[in-house]
């Protein structure tokens, strides 16, 4: 059986692909590192914690000795590195430790990777040939878009969060161990992802929750901000075609061509909800704008067409059949949709 060190499987997206990935590959042994810091949860991966193909190590993918540890206990032979601090507004406050985790984590298990399984630069050990190396990361390390174009494998990087600064970083040291040591490595930049089991600090979960605990629902600025929203499972299943057929030393950029801006989430949001939950008065009334984040990206949309012509990849949802899932899943969590 070959096991893989999948890290931050307790968060958001990790918590959606391994039970995924186990279902689809039951020859696979999964090791979840993950420090359970605010965004991870075990509740999120109930399902699978009796499985026998899957092992939880609590932990700092920071911590060499660790990581090394792991390396030799499971004889590990893939990584697919989830693991991340990944809110912006948290980066604003504490920048320091999103660069300690999404770049010296990163390092940290890429060269414990590098030792394990290859004799020098370019040459892997016997039995280790075929290990892979796959960082996830986001379309925040591109910068922000004009009302015009689309983000491709070969935008430069122009990140201006600390968050997107610390993501930008940690591709860096992946793309420098594929060229300088010939690992082999994959990179996959997603667009906002949204889903069952995100954290409720992010917008989709707190216009949910907002609504429903009758509170009013905060919109920073104007509103018009545009993200292209992709289905969390769509994700997860371009990661999966990306790990297995992916051409070594590629970075391929997933996205939902799902492009909507805050004001259209928000009202979609609460148009859903004044069918499935209705009230005396719409949801929409609850609506209220904040004041801006602090460098806050106007526009990201990506093009995907790489992973769609090499890999076959397509997303299966829009946003408007995704976001429902969505909204029935949180109601299911918060117990209010059949009462």
């Known amino acids: 059986m070959k096991t893989i060190l999948v890290t931050g499987c307790a968060g958001f997206i990790g918590s959606n692909f391994v039970p995924y990935f186990l279902k689809k590959y039951p020859e696979y042994h999964i090791v979840n590192l993950d420090l359970l810091t605010y965004a991870g949860n075990l509740e999120n991966l109930k399902e699978i914690e009796e499985d026998d193909h899957y092992t939880f190590v609590k932990g700092d993918i920071c911590d060499r000795e ?47 990777a590098y030792k394990y399984w ?9 039995e280790y040939e075929a290990c892979r190396f796959h960082h996830i990361s986001t379309d925040e390390v591109y910068g922000t878009l004009g009302e015009e174009g689309l983000f491709t494998e070969e935008t430069p990087y122009a990140p201006n969060s600390p968050y997107s600064a610390s993501k930008a970083g940690s591709d860096m040291i992946v793309r ?5 040591y010939g690992m082999n490595t994959v990179i996959t930049n997603c667009s906002n992802n949204y889903g069952p089991k995100q954290h409720d600090e992010k917008l989709i979960p707190t216009i949910i929750r ?9 919109i920073y600025g104007d509103g018009k901000n545009i993200r292209d ?26 996205g939902g061509r799902n492009e ?28 209220g704008y ?21 890999l076959g990849w397509k997303a299966d949802e829009n946003f408007e059949s995704g976001i429902v899932k969505t909204i029935k899943w949180y109601l299911d969590k918060y117990k209010v949709l059949n009462k």
């Open 210 to 218: 907002k609504a429903i605990e009758g509170e009013s629902i905060p």
């Open 229 to 254: 929203w992709l289905y969390v499972l769509d994700h997860c299943k371009g990661i999966d075609l990306v790990y297995h057929i992916g051409k070594s030393g590629e970075v391929y950029n997933i």
């Open 66 to 112: 660790l990581v090394e540890s792991l390396f030799e206990k499971y004889d590990i032979k893939g990584v697919i590195h989830f693991a991340a601090e990944s809110h912006v507004d948290n980066s604003i406050k504490n920048p320091g430790v999103f660069i300690e985790t999404n770049v010296n984590g990163t390092f940290t298990l890429l060269d414990v």
């Open 176 to 180: 420098s161990y594929r060229h300088t």
């Open 260 to 287: 909507r801006n805050n004001n259209y989430i928000a009202n979609k949001i609460c148009d859903i909800l004044d069918e499935l939950i209705p009230k005396d008065k719409s949801y929409k009334e609850q609506i």
């Open 118 to 126: 290859m004799k020098e630069p370019f040459i892997y050990k016997k």
């Open 290 to 310: 904040v004041e801006d984040r602090a460098g806050h990206d106007k526009r990201y949309a990506i093009d995907a067409t790489k992973i769609e012509n090499e």
